[in-house]
């Protein structure tokens, strides 16, 4: 019983000392802080390969239906303002550099700079959620929804009343801004350093939020006078517009375009008009479909596209009506919703890890032996920023 006693003293004595000398920030279950780092990061992989499947599902049902609609894809994508998805792109892309940033200054241990790096990426991420606050909103009001909502109208494209979708979604988002003044002002009405500390940034970080609100509202008004129809003259222009459509299909069914006249010419009339008259025969496929070639041809030279019997144009006016249909458009928009509305998520995903780590950064809690967290937020926050740069062309470059 001694000698048993003695070995456990032994043991509980030496534990005791193992634990002593593990310091604060690695676990009781690793020998060494590079133990725990490679143990983080083959973790932090495992998951983003599970991300990557997530989201390779909504790619491949997004092929699935583009290649069975193209021409619906391609004339809906013209509903999607490519410029705010250019300033999306272009903001997460910055995100990236701030947060590679960031994991540099945890090794180096300069705490002042990895919060204020930390902060630059939350707000980017809260300017992109503003651009696509007015993005949403715009597309909601005007009926572009998925397919058991979708109630686009082409004749009034901007339905009078109805919510403030734009309100709405920025409601959370001033109560946020709200609230972390609020701290603020009673951390330093109270002299909590700590706590002013972290409320200072994240005021800064709610309050880009709106700032992408009104970047996104300026290149939305600047869009619709391309685009969009706009609701002062929509009433006025209606009547003009339908006439000049019917007119302009009239005009197509008689004529040819400007273009494939200056091709015959080229043909010297003759061997056009052979080709023309061989093509009356059902049985000449094979011309039929050399003229529907040059027909094509002749089309994209003019600065148009014909795909199936439609000629889409790069306005949203010549959109034909048999695609703005719930089992047409709106499955182009339940796909643009989906994919992005998930990747929405996962922004906000990752804006609530990086609250997590500016207040362990203004803990000073990260060194050159313990700087894991920081590395792995920002693997994911890559990932983030690699799958929208999928989403822009995908959804928004069609055309």
Known sequence: MSTLEADSATDAHGAHDHDHDHPSYLAHHFDTPEQQFDSGKLGIWIFLVTEVLFFGGMFCAYAIFRSL?????????????????????????????????AVRCSQTENHKGLTALLATTLSCAMVFLGVKAIEYSHKFHMGLLPAGLFSYDPAHPHHEGGPNYLLWICFPFIIALIGVAVWYAIAVLQGKKFQAAVALPLIVVCASFFGGVGLGTILESGDSTEAHATESGEHAGDHHAVAASHEHAENAEHTKPESLATLENQVAGTEYGVQERLATDATNTGVQNELSAMERQAAMASGSAIVGQYEIDATIDSVPSEFLT???????????????????????AGIGVLVWLLVRS??????????????????????????????????????
């Open 69 to 101: 609609r193209p021409e619906v894809f391609e004339g809906c994508s013209q509903f999607l303002n490519t410029k705010l998805g250019a300033i999306n792109t272009g903001v997460l892309l910055f995100s990236s550099l701030t947060m590679a940033w």
């Open 326 to 348: 719930p089992s047409r458009a709106g499955v182009f928009f339940s796909i643009y919703y989906c994919m992005t509305g998930v990747h929405a998520i996962h922004i906000l």
């Open 362 to 399: 203004v803990r000073q809690e990260f060194n050159h032996n313990y700087f894991g967290p920081v590395d792995y937020v920002g693997l994911y926050w890559h990932l983030v920023d690699l799958i929208w740069i999928y989403l822009f062309p995908l959804l928004y470059l069609i055309r």
